[in-house]
């Protein structure tokens, strides 16, 4: 998602299609540190590129590992290159952002290491990062031998971690670590004590229950594939074997992340009803994490589900869906997903065993039980549980829904935008949900909401449009792309539809003035637009042709061919197909008139002749192109005259637009003003 303050998602009504999953954070940031302990190099295929793992990476590079990239997209590899035990850097200043999967082990592995091999560390994050906990780890590596320092708050980060060449562990006595406030307090020991077992076997027992056990699976996973067998009784007592040592296994898959799958599989118990199912591809049946089995908990909701190695197919089962009381210390992640869908449940839901939400990115309980009642549902939480009462019918609101830099809370209170279809609503409900500061979903899903916007429905008229139109050289086309970006909507540049029908006919041959041929043309117009580092892209029949679309000469030949009305007409249904979720930003010349008539906000740039004139002869000037003031301005004078008399969809302002005269202003005072508006016409309650 894009750097915008908040993404509007339209009352969504279905879900169907495919999607491929990012890897598993939980399985990435410890391939990536085990991989950099290791002794030789390891591939690793399918790495999630997030915000988490970005830190580890930039982390393992201060600290000497070789990192190398091969191949694009994703068939992109990293090829790491260890350490064997041993830093190359004796110092070192780590900044860990808010990721405790990387916090918490490097923490471990680091004074593990300084304590034997000599170093000095410092770890800090973003102020969040040093609210959370570590303090239970920090507990079981002192009496090891181990000096960490709190630069902080006591038991919080930022930490500094150090020690002398030549110094050794107290290893002889088993090892103890709380495992009731995080299991990544295991985790980490689990991957650092292997760097010092060269003399003797290492215990690490449990006090309290574990939480979070699937978790420590997925370690105890991992660690035998760089080497290191684990012998484990029960929960709560694991033994690490004498001169156990990393050894890359040569190559690493990462499989999809499961807690990603959930809001996948949700969307489709909710919203994949009477057609294809939501499918997702990259976990499945074969999944080594623990979160696959949200799964069991959506099915005893109502979901119906298929799966295979690597896959999923979800469809709507039962409807509403059922409540449940579930103990959810299997699926900590995952059951925040839970607590949304229980917007589309009978009775009350009510999810226990949750007290790590506490200590999270967020506190958990608390934020989700605040943003659902946002959204108009009763809520009831407890220190390690909450209960959530959908909406009464007719009680669904439209809401700005708080993320606290929380991409889980982003991603699963998304899905509270499907309200057109809550069992306990009216048939024609719909409320709007706004995301505020969207891009949180960087931390594992950087491309979460592309994802989403790709698989839903909405019924058109839900599908809000903002008409961006002005004669030629006013600035529309500039301005309306910059609204888009800011909004994370569709863009639809009109013109560059006009322009490219009429260089569709230069190729082929076909007059200007030959307005059935033209027509035809139109209609089976082959186009399509993207986005690139240097702006908008555009294909003709798989060719690129941006920059031919740009050019004058391409302006005055669309300025011909919209006049004619079978042209117009040609090309109106593929102007109408890009109103697609989140919303559109139209820009033309009779976008709030003709094509989107019932618009919410239509607005209409007014600068003079002699303005746009001077604007357009910088712009060739600056490209070199020579051309004179007066000539601009005559011609724009001319298109003026041409666009307000054509018999069909005449230039004019529609009669409930804006008047914006942008003679003097900037985009980004023209954007503001534009959002101003905008803002003005949404029906979110402002939040303090």
């Not at 976008?591 to 604007?615: E, H, N």
């Amino acid at each position: 998602m894009h750097d915008i303050p908040f993404l509007d998602l339209p009352p969504l009504t279905g879900a169907s299609g495919t999607v491929r999953l990012p890897g598993s954070k939980s399985i990435s940031n410890r391939v990536l540190l085990l991989a950099g302990l290791a002794s030789g190099t390891t591939a690793v295929h399918d790495l999630l590129d997030s915000d988490d793992t970005r830190v580890m990476l930039a982390a393992l590079a201060t600290l000497g590992c070789g990192l190398q990239w091969q191949g694009e997209g994703r068939h992109r590899v990293l090829h790491l290159t260890g350490l064997g035990g041993r830093l190359a850097v004796q110092e070192a200043d780590l900044f860990l952002g808010n990721a405790g999967t990387a916090m918490r082990p490097l923490a471990a592995a680091l004074a593990v290491l300084a304590a034997t091999h000599g170093g000095r560390y410092t770890l800090r994050g973003v102020p969040r990062m040093h609210e959370r906990p570590i303090g239970d780890l920090v507990d079981a590596l002192r009496p090891l031998g181990c000096t960490v320092e709190d630069l902080g708050t006591p038991g919080y980060p930022p930490l500094r971690v150090s020690g002398t060449a030549g110094g050794e562990l107290a290893t002889q006595q088993p090892i103890r670590v709380r495992g009731d406030v995080s299991s990544q307090f295991l985790t980490a020991l689990l991957l650092a004590l292997p760097l010092v077992s060269a003399q003797r076997d290492i215990t690490i027992e449990v006090e309290g229950e574990l939480i979070s056990k699937p978790y420590i699976s997925i370690t105890l996973n991992l660690l035998q594939r760089f080497g290191i067998a684990v012998r484990q009784e029960g929960w709560q007592r694991f033994t690490i074997p004498q001169g156990s040592a990393y050894r890359s296994p040569g190559a690493v898959h990462v499989e999809g992340d499961a807690s990603s799958a959930s809001y996948f599989v949700a969307l489709g118990a909710i919203a994949a009803h009477g057609g294809a199912p939501v499918r997702i591809e990259g976990v499945g049946s074969d999944s080594i994490q623990g979160d696959i089995r949200f799964v069991d908990a959506a099915v005893a909701m109502g979901a119906q589900v298929k799966s295979g190695p690597g896959w999923l197919e979800v469809h709507r089962g039962r409807w509403p869906l059922a409540a449940i009381d579930l103990d959810c210390k299997h699926i900590p992640d995952a059951a925040m997903t839970l607590a949304v869908m229980a917007l589309y449940a009978e009775g009350t839901t009510r999810l226990r065993g949750i007290a790590s939400w506490r200590v999270k990115e967020t506190d958990r309980i608390a934020a989700m039980a605040t943003e659902l009642r946002q959204v108009g549902a009763t809520v009831v939480e407890g220190p390690d549980f909450i209960e959530v009462t959908p909406p009464a019918p007719g009680a669904w609101r439209p809401a700005s829904i708080r993320t606290y830099d929380d991409h889980r809370m982003a991603m699963c209170l998304s899905l509270a935008a499907f309200n057109p279809l809550a069992p306990t609503g009216r048939a024609d409900a719909g409320c709007p949900v706004r995301i505020l500061e969207p891009r949180c979903v960087g931390k594992t899903f950087p491309d979460y909401f592309e994802a989403l916007l790709a698989l839903v429905t909405a019924r058109n008229e839900d599908i809000p449009v903002i008409c961006i139109d002005g004669p030629t050289a006013s600035g529309k086309g500039t301005l309306a792309a910059a609204v888009a970006d800011a909004l994370g909507y569709v863009l639809l540049d009109s013109g560059a539809l006009y322009r490219a029908t009429g260089l569709a006919a230069q190729w082929d041959g076909v007059a200007d003035t030959d307005e059935p041929a033209l027509a035809r043309l139109a209609g089976l117009l082959d186009l399509r637009f993207g986005h690139g580092p240097e702006g908008s892209r555009a294909w003709l029949r798989g060719r690129e042709v941006s920059e031919q679309l740009r050019t004058e000469e391409a302006g005055l030949r669309a300025s011909r061919i919209s006049a004619l009305p079978a042209v117009r007409h040609a090309l109106q249904d593929l102007q109408l197909a890009f109103r697609r979720a989140p919303g559109l930003v139209a820009d033309g010349r009779d976008m709030g008139t003709v094509i989107f008539p019932a618009a919410p906000l239509k607005v209409y740039l007014t600068a003079s002749a002699a303005t746009r004139a001077t604007r357009r002869h910088k712009q060739l000037i600056s490209k070199g192109i020579p051309a004179s003031i007066d000539d601009l301005r005559a011609d724009l004078e001319a298109r003026d005259a041409r666009d307000k008399n054509r018999a069909v969809a005449p230039l004019k302002p529609a009669e409930d637009a804006y008047l914006l005269d942008n003679s003097d202003l900037s985009v980004e005072d023209s954007v503001q003003q534009v959002l101003s508006w905008w803002q003005g016409r949404r029906p979110f309650p402002a939040r303090s």
